[in-house]
């Protein structure tokens, strides 16, 4: 069998899923770059209550999510298969199929808006504005159905390992979403308006990312002819636990919106979005910046390169250590100052745009949140072993329990502390599962010592903790709640830890390899 390394579009293949990473990374910095941006603009004008039905509503539709039975990333591992064998035909019928199925679910999911909206009442019984939340539910409930074709062709680029392309127009598409909800929140445009913009945003996006499907794909040919139904049979075969998982998802990530305002009110929704939304980000620019592994392991597994498959995991589990590290230890450490700075101004509480009450737990729910993301973030790269393996039953599994001991942790703890319970339910639950649980799943399939594994992960958390001591010193000394300070900490924090922790965390070799990635001329795998 030929090696990974020793194959040139096998090396080709592995470079543009780093460059397609690289646009990830920045995708997402623009991302959290635009929402410190649009956050305040968006609490100060809206206020507290109408922001946070906006978050509940959003929440609401993101449970319409789970109508894709999982079929988002099965559609790309599926193409990535075919692709990998040379077999267009089978790369098309793939593509038609998943793409027949996206249009029937999403069909499915605007009828869902609907009964949802018209129903509204029942969701929320005596709460002002239901005509409002009803009316809105339906529109961001039309935008959220329109995405459904739109994950179709997003999943053949990615698929055929065009990450660069989807990378950029992500950075594009972004960019414009925020511009327009600014124009909109400054020119005195409220919700409605918000739900509106969202589903002309995602008509543009379908046109845009057929075009780069296209263009990654040139043999592509969408037909109904093309459409199989044994390849749904086995698109949904292999979906179903990814299904299961992401009900497990919506338990962890979207339930406590839902509960928050019905266990206390609307404005408490829009405090505790700040903490999640740090943890989702947080958690979100580790998952851009390893997208590449789920291809590529998908690859490695279909190409039988098993010792290549485990070299790589271990290169998956320091960056995720290393990256998740610093960027919880900046939520840790910053976060009082800088909500004090971005949200909590004197001038903002002066002028009635927030009230302080509504925001005394913030701090210890982003300590908590952060800390869950960061365990979530660390063991990321068991779930892509599960899912390029195909043996994602178990994380599916693992998903389940986690949503059902998160929501019963949230709800018990809110009960006794309140909106800080609810951070604390996240976080007992995420070290529980995916600290321990999982770990000890994908160890026996991979044939490993759990015991040498966490003796490996302590070490790398070691590691971690040497690389921050130059940033805590710089933190105790110079952090103030203004942007300068901010800013100088965090740029000191970065210039010292990053360069550390590449000459202490990574091997020789592993330096080489990474540096042939990122600098021209690299022909190397991990």
């Known amino acids: 069998m030929t090696e990974p390394n020793d194959t040139p579009a096998h090396s080709d293949n592995l470079k543009r899923l780093m460059q397609g990473t690289a646009l990830s990374a920045v995708n997402f910095f623009i991302v959290i770059a635009l929402c410190f941006w649009i956050a305040p603009i ?58 027949g199925l996206f249009l029937v679910l999403g069909s499915v999911v605007f009828l869902l808006s609907l009964l949802f909206g018209f129903g509204a009442s029942h969701c929320f019984p005596n709460v002002e504005d239901i005509g409002l939340i009803g009316t809105v539910l339906i529109l961001s409930g039309a935008a959220f159905a329109l995405d459904f074709p739109l994950r179709a062709f997003t999943g053949i680029s990615l698929g055929t390992m065009r990450h660069d392309l989807v990378g950029l127009a992500g950075i594009v598409f972004r960019i414009a979403g925020a511009m327009v909800t600014y124009l909109i929140l400054v020119s005195g445009g409220q919700l409605i308006a918000l739900a509106l913009s969202s589903i002309v945003m995602t008509s543009v996006q379908i046109v845009v990312y057929f075009m780069i499907a296209r263009h990654s794909f040139p043999q592509l040919n969408l037909s109904r002819n093309n459409v199989r139904r044994s390849h749904a049979r086995t698109l949904f075969h292999y979906s179903v636990f990814g299904f299961i998982a992401h009900i497990g998802n919506m338990f962890i990530f979207q339930i406590s919106k839902l509960v928050i305002p019905i266990m206390f009110a609307f404005e408490y929704v829009t405090s505790f979005n700040i903490a999640i939304t740090f943890a989702d980000q947080s958690r979100g620019l580790v998952m851009s910046m390893t997208n590449w592994m789920l291809t590529w392991l998908t690859y490695l ?92 039953h178990y994380y599916a599994l693992s998903n389940i329990i986690e949503g059902l001991l998160n929501i019963n942790l949230c709800i018990f703890f809110a009960l006794q502390w309140g909106l800080t319970g609810f951070a604390w339910g996240t976080f007992i639950a995420s070290v529980v ?81 990474i540096n042939s990635y990122v600098f021209p001329g690299g022909r190397k795998s991990f």
């Not at 992960?457 to 000394?477: D, H, K, S």
Request: charged share 15%.
């Open 42 to 99: 968006q609490i100060h004008t809206l206020g507290e209550r109408l922001n946070g039905i906006w978050q509940t509503v959003a929440a609401l539709t993101g449970w319409f999510a789970l109508m894709d039975f999982g079929l988002n990333y099965t559609v790309s591992r599926f193409v990535t298969k075919a692709f990998a064998a040379r077999d267009y035909e089978e790369c098309n019928q793939y593509a038609s199929t998943g793409l």
């Open 433 to 513: 599962v995916r600290g321990i649980f999982l770990p000890i799943i994908v160890c026996r399939l991979m044939e490993r010592n759990i015991i040498a594994w966490y003796g490996e992960m302590l070490w790398l958390f070691l590691l971690v903790g040497i690389a921050l001591i130059v940033p805590t010193v710089a933190t105790r000394l110079l952090v103030a709640p203004n942007y300068p300070s901010l800013f100088l900490v965090g740029g000191i924090s970065a210039a010292t830890y990053f360069p550390v922790i590449y000459r202490i965390g990574f091997s020789a070799d592993e330096r080489r390899k």
């Open 301 to 392: 597994h279909a190409q039988g390169h098993k010792e290549e498959l485990l070299k790589t995991m271990r290169f998956g589990f320091k960056f995720c250590t290393y990256l998740s590290g610093f960027i919880t230890f900046g939520l840790i450490a910053w976060c009082d100052p800088f909500i004090t700075r971005w949200i909590l101004t004197p001038e903002a509480i002066e002028a009635g745009k927030v009230n302080p009450v509504f925001w005394q737990d913030i701090v210890p729910c982003v300590v908590l949140m952060a800390l869950a993301a960061a365990v979530r973030s660390a063991f990321e790269p068991n779930v892509r072993y599960l899912y390029a393996t195909a043996q994602h």
